[in-house]
């Protein structure tokens, strides 16, 4: 089981290593990349809506355009910057009221598809429920990666890619250590109901493996955190913590759905979803980071 893994997990990095790299020839629009995270939203929306009762499932086919829709809405301030007329020097391309207003023309679509081919009573709301929630999960957090690599560089600042290197190497260097630390010395349970296999010694070993990441993305680019080593220790710890709450987040929906995992897509870790759980939660927490740094930076 850790054999295959290592060999699986290597093979992933590896390939988002190079899908990454080939992007940057493609920039501002990054293609490679917006492919790569429609695909995962989907098979990501697909195994949540195969855990559910048949019942509460919303038409597939509604969740796909619906995230389809939300992430192409991320590339709405590039094609203004490009075509219209750019934003002022050094502010960062605002996407935020387009994706809002896709959502929310969404929602209403999701409500006139159930209004028009409503069955029977006790249906209609728990299925615009789970749209509403898959939609948010996966469609609302998942653009947060996007708009991690459409960060502009700025005098003194960090490149976007190096920030989406971030959200993605802390929280799964958590994950790493959390499961050998864990695997060879956990003894505490940290959720016993949610996820049996979790303890606390798992979940001190996962921290010390983000803020090792942090420190190392540190050494490798200094700009990311102009306040020093202590600065990358804060940042490793909270991602970290993120990555943790979204594990267990992933947990809730399994052990709700009676499920141990999302599916069985990937051998020794499960589903797409049990795989990128952590990133989900990790994504916005380096976001408003950035954003804190970004807003101090300006003002001093």
């Not at 219209?84 to 502010?91: E, H, I, R, T, V």
Request: net charge neutral; charged share 10%; hydrophobic share 60%.
């Amino acid at each position: 089981m850790i054999r295959t893994r290592v060999l699986i997990g290597t093979a992933l990095a590896v390939a988002a290593a190079a899908m990454l790299y080939a992007d940057t020839f493609l920039a501002p629009w990054f293609p490679l990349l917006g492919i790569t995270i429609l695909v995962v939203q989907w098979r990501a929306a697909y195994e949540l809506w195969h855990l559910l009762d048949a019942a509460h499932r919303p038409p597939l086919l509604m969740l796909y355009l619906g995230l389809t829709a939300c992430w192409a809405a991320n590339w709405w301030p590039v094609a203004a910057y490009s075509w219209l007329s750019a934003p002022a020097p050094g502010q960062p391309l605002l996407f935020w009221p387009a994706l809002g207003l896709v959502y929310c023309v969404c929602f209403i679509v999701a409500f006139l598809w159930e209004m028009a081919w409503y069955p029977h009573g006790g249906i209609a709301l728990p299925r615009l429920a789970v749209w509403a929630f898959i939609l948010t999960y996966l469609g609302l957090l998942g653009s947060f990666f996007l708009q991690l690599r459409f960060l502009p560089v700025e005098s003194g600042g960090a490149a976007g890619l190096v920030w989406l290197a971030a959200a993605i190497a802390v929280p799964k260097a958590n994950d790493i250590a959390a499961y050998f630390t864990g695997t060879l010395w956990g003894r505490t349970p940290m959720a016993p109901v949610l996820s049996p296999q979790k303890t606390w010694e798992g979940a001190a070993g996962g921290l010390a493996g983000g803020v090792a990441a942090a420190l190392a993305l540190y050494g490798w680019q200094p700009l990311l955190f102009p306040d020093g080593a202590a600065e990358a220790v804060i940042f490793g710890l909270l991602v970290g913590t993120a990555g943790m709450l979204g594990d267990l987040a992933e947990s809730l929906l399994k052990r709700d759905c009676h499920a141990k995992d999302a599916a069985a897509l990937l051998p020794g870790f499960g589903g797409l979803l049990d795989l990128i759980d952590s990133l989900i939660f990790a994504a916005p927490v380096v976001y408003l980071w950035w954003l804190v740094r970004h807003a101090s930076t300006s003002l001093s």
